[in-house]
């Protein structure tokens, strides 16, 4: 009787290892698939790290451009005249003529690159934080041109900002008013550009915005000689959106320091003329 249970008990013990045979197979494969998906991803890691760090290395400033801006930076803010400027302009560029400070005020002590836009075509608007001697924050915003062999040249007037800017420089050259608003415009241009300069607070820009608009004033970083330069439109239209060009010198009343700077202004008509936005442009 024993040994007929004891065949009984061979037989179940082989039929149920016959059935998890599979089971363990199974197991073992996917234990074995898991282990190559991991050394594949283990393999494959550091390549897409690598590519990944190539291609924001690509796409992020070349360092000629950088030290270029930097490098303009620190002499205008220092002596802003055309002798001094010329080594850094690109061919044909003129920036106007401006004077230094009295007592070195603004030279700058420090500066780096703190933002910068790619526009396309070899140009881009780098902003240069700079640290004045007299304890001041500027912030410059420098057009730049790259050739494609790498050189880097400053390629227009630089514009003095509220915070890094992402600014944008048209290709075009500006060109006179164009239509019977000029007028308005020009007036428009005498208006806001010293309130801009002036104002510590958006609210007292607000009757010459537009709804919408957000505008950071400059609150008396710099102050205009005299009335508004030259205005000029980008583009030849006349609707009723226009980007117009205003330039003239204005002071540093800090170090008394000239400089020719230029400003781009987006402006919108509707029951009369309103700024939409406030950028850099070219000479």
Request: contains cysteine.
């Amino acid at each position: 009787m024993s040994g007929e249970v004891g065949k009984r008990f061979e037989a179940s013990r082989r039929s149920a290892g016959s059935a998890l045979r599979p089971v363990g197979r199974v197991a073992i494969w996917a234990v074995i698939a898991l282990l190559l998906v991991r050394g594949l991803g283990a393999v494959l890691a550091p390549e897409a790290a690598s590519r990944s760090t190539d291609r924001g290395r690509a796409e992020g400033t070349d360092p000629a451009s950088a030290a270029l801006a930097v490098r303009f930076a620190r002499a205008y803010l220092g002596d802003p005249r055309p002798r001094a400027l010329a080594p850094f302009l690109a061919e044909g560029t003129r920036v106007g003529a401006g004077r230094p400070g009295v007592g070195g005020s603004a030279d700058v002590l420090e500066a780096e690159l703190a933002a910068t836009q790619e526009l396309g075509g070899g140009r881009a608007v780098l902003t240069v934080a700079c640290d004045l001697r007299d304890g001041r924050s500027l912030y410059l915003a420098v057009p730049i041109s790259r050739s494609g062999a790498g050189e880097a040249a400053v390629s227009g007037a630089p514009w003095v900002v509220a915070e890094p800017s992402a600014a944008g420089v048209e290709s075009d050259r500006p060109r006179p008013l164009a239509g019977a608003e000029a007028s308005a415009i020009r007036a428009l241009a005498a208006k806001f550009l010293p309130v801009y300069l002036a104002a510590r607070s958006a609210r007292d820009l607000s009757y010459l915005l537009a709804p919408g608009a957000a505008v950071a004033p400059l609150a008396g970083a710099l102050e205009p000689l005299g009335v508004a330069g030259s205005v000029a439109q980008l583009g030849d239209g006349e609707g009723h959106r226009r980007t117009v060009v205003v330039s003239g010198r204005f002071r540093d009343p800090a170090s008394g320091a000239v400089y020719r700077l230029a400003y781009r202004l987006a402006l919108l008509r509707r029951d009369r003329w309103y700024v939409r936005a406030v950028e850099g442009a070219l000479s």
